[in-house]
């Protein structure tokens, strides 16, 4: 079993930045490709980010692509997810995910974080 503890969200500015990250515990992080996606009120949880288990391939929504950065530090079991540029439809809850595939649907996660609010005003 793997645990996933988000942090670092908040309340930014549009056009302001927050990193966020994901804590791994109970087994070590290498072992599943790791994600993070979002959903935002009223809304369908969806993709917003995955890293490689190695970390030498990723894969970004095209809404985030170019202002998003996921990176992982396995030997300190920690996934990160940079956000620049935030937009106030940027404004979601915001969980960790642990996949055995690059997946892209929330229902192939196997395991998920509780989730950190990040919140952009305008």
């Known amino acids: 079993q793997v645990q996933l503890v988000e942090s670092g969200g908040g309340l930014v500015q549009a056009g302001g930045s927050l990193r966020l990250s994901c804590a791994v515990s109970?087994?070590?992080?290498?072992?599943?490709?790791m994600g993070w996606f979002r959903q935002a009120p009223g809304k369908e949880r969806e993709f917003v980010a995955t890293?490689?288990?190695?970390?030498?391939?990723?894969s970004y929504s095209s809404s985030v692509k170019g202002r998003f950065t996921i990176s992982r530090d396995n030997a300190e079991n920690t996934v990160y997810l940079q956000m620049n540029s935030l937009k106030v439809e940027d404004t979601a809850v915001y969980y960790c995910?642990?996949?055995?595939?690059?997946?892209?649907?929330?229902?192939?996660?196997?395991?998920w974080g509780k989730g950190t609010l990040v919140t952009v005003s305008s």
């Open positions: 995910a642990a996949m055995y595939g690059m997946i892209v649907a929330a229902d192939g996660v196997s395991y």
């Open positions: 109970g087994r070590t992080s290498s072992r599943y490709v």
């Open positions: 890293i490689s288990r190695v970390g030498d391939s990723t």
